[in-house]
């Protein structure tokens, strides 16, 4: 079954807008983390966030791990921001990184 | 330097032939993955050596074959290549296993075009 799951599949901004981008995972974990790729196909490493609050700039991440969810807010969108967003964890019963399907996100000017 | 590098970058060829893509990475991880990313954006793991001995091993075809030298490099060759193995192929690495809470650090991919 499934085991990583991204909400919203698609999703559509106006610059300058907030948005929240969410996780659920199956089982415990020992690992997740949050990944761009950008419009030229490049995978860059957002937060390695397991669990608690992170920040980096407009970016903020959020894992609780006792409700098996994660998420990710973006502020006052950029059109650098366009892309796609991928949750990944690693499930304490299966031991790899596995990416959920992502959200891609569109940021208008 | 980019910290984990990959060539080539684009690569077209007619089915049938083999080819491999090279991997480097100059931050002294001791875990190395291939993940394969379809049309569909879905990112699958291929691969994963620790120290140059395989540890993770998806259900892929055969041929496909991983090959480390040293921990610092994992290549892919990938025989009698078919329509279906056009995708971007990533190569990454971390400090240990991801299973270990490590955070895990992407190539710029590979584009391979099946023709």
């Known amino acids: 079954g499934i085991q990583v799951e991204q909400s919203p599949p698609d999703l559509i901004l106006q610059e300058g807008a907030n948005s929240t981008l969410r996780c659920n995972f199956s089982?415990?974990?020992?690992?997740l983390q949050w990944f761009h790729q950008n419009p030229w196909g490049q995978l860059i490493n957002l937060f390695y966030i397991p669990s608690g609050t992170k920040q980096n700039g407009r970016l903020s991440a959020t894992t609780v791990a006792t409700e098996r969810y994660s998420l990710l807010y973006i502020s006052s969108s950029q059109t650098t921001d366009s892309g796609v967003y991928f949750c990944a964890v690693v499930l304490e019963s299966w031991g790899k990184l596995q990416f959920g399907a992502g959200t891609q996100v569109v940021v208008t000017p | 330097d980019t910290a984990v590098s990959q060539t080539p970058k684009y690569l077209v060829t007619q089915m049938g032939n083999d080819k491999s893509i090279k991997c480097e990475q100059n931050l002294g991880h001791d875990t190395m993955y291939w993940y394969k990313q379809d049309s569909k954006k879905f990112l699958k793991i291929m691969f994963s050596?620790?120290?140059?001995?395989?540890?993770i091993n998806e259900t892929v075809p055969n041929r496909f074959s991983p090959k480390s030298p040293d921990k610092a490099h994992l290549n892919l060759h990938i025989n009698s290549l078919e329509l279906g193995d056009s995708a971007v192929y990533f190569c990454?690495?971390?400090?240990?296993?991801?299973?270990?809470?490590?955070?895990?650090?992407f190539g710029e991919g590979s584009w391979l075009t099946v023709v």
């Open positions: 050596y620790n120290n140059k001995e395989l540890i």
């Open positions: 990454a690495s971390s400090r240990a296993a991801a299973s270990s809470g490590n955070t895990i650090y």
């Open positions: 089982d415990s974990v020992n690992n």
